[in-house]
């Protein structure tokens, strides 16, 4: 397999990046460039499939408007050896190492992560995440790794990562998603996230990344669902946020209860907007 971590990820400063990790505002969390070898991140971001193809779940209501995979065998090769990489055990004492959380486990199955593609208009409203696995009730998330691939990706399109402060009242750092730019940062009931502001890239352009989230076994706290918040600037727009965040906390423990996947419910909806389209020829 082609070497994915680069040089540069060997000789980072571990015990320095730890303690600016801890002290980060408004939560814990680094954004490190070039951890990953420039040809595989070459080959990634050319063998990123376009939503068109099979494996894709569309996410697409009030709260976000994106696309996510999480079938690895599905994937192409460069993209399957990149999130392998992240799942390896050097990777993860790294994580271990810079956020001060041991026992780290990788999730193969990619609950909610994988590839995340979102197209113009895309967005993904600010909020905390789930906290417990949905498949295995005692893992607990703890850490986020987001990665981005996107080629060439100029400011004025957006889609910058946005890190808000737990009382909702401002943006503390917005966080541009350039290639081989990983955000790190541990999950909790404040860490507060997303990119609201819908992308205006061009139509042959899209927000790209892999999302890999690490958990911690033995937990016996209740799960708590992804939570939506409105930010000051939604106006009369927070009262769709919360609505529809309440529909989705539903979802979630339906969810949880039947085993349904976002993959199943996706093909329901898209035959239901298909049904909806033929109706009004």
């Known amino acids: 397999m082609v070497e994915v971590l680069s040089d540069s990820f060997a000789a980072l400063p571990v015990a320095e990046l730890a303690a600016q990790y ?25 063998a990123f499939p376009e939503v068109d193809g099979p494996g894709w779940t569309h996410y697409l209501h009030v709260n976000e408007r994106k696309h996510g995979a999480t079938h690895l065998e599905d994937w192409p090769k460069p993209l399957r050896d990149l999130a392998t990489a992240l799942m390896s055990q050097e990777f993860i004492r790294f994580l271990e190492d810079l956020s001060g959380i ?20 895309g967005f993904l409203n600010i909020h905390t995440d ?8 005692d893992w607990k ?25 737990p009382d909702m009242t401002r943006c503390v750092e917005r966080v541009q998603p ?39 076994a033995g937990s016996d706290e209740p799960a708590r669902t992804t939570h939506y918040r ?7 727009r927070r009262v769709l946020i919360y609505v529809d965040g309440k529909v989705l906390r539903l979802y979630d ?17 898209a035959r239901l907007q298909r049904l909806r389209t033929r109706g009004t020829r």
């Open 22 to 46: 801890a002290a980060a505002a408004p939560f814990p969390h680094a954004v490190l460039d070039g951890v990953i070898d420039d040809s595989a991140l070459r080959a990634a971001i050319a």
């Open 102 to 121: 041991d026992g780290l486990l990788a999730d193969p199955s990619l609950d909610g992560g994988g590839l995340h593609r979102s197209e113009p208009g």
């Open 130 to 137: 789930y906290t417990k696995h949905h498949t295995h009730p």
């Open 141 to 165: 998330r703890r850490v986020n790794v987001l990665l981005y691939l996107n080629d060439d990706w100029r400011e004025e399109w957006g889609g910058h990562l946005e890190l808000w402060t």
């Open 178 to 216: 350039r290639a081989n730019r990983m955000v790190i940062f541990s999950t909790s009931d404040t860490s507060y996230h997303g990119h609201p502001v819908p992308l205006t890239c061009p139509p042959d352009q899209a927000r790209k990344s892999l999302a890999l989230y690490y958990f911690t």
């Open 230 to 236: 409105a930010r000051p600037e939604d106006g009369a």
């Open 253 to 269: 423990m339906i969810k949880r209860r039947t085993g349904v996947s976002d993959a199943t419910v996706s093909r329901w909806l």
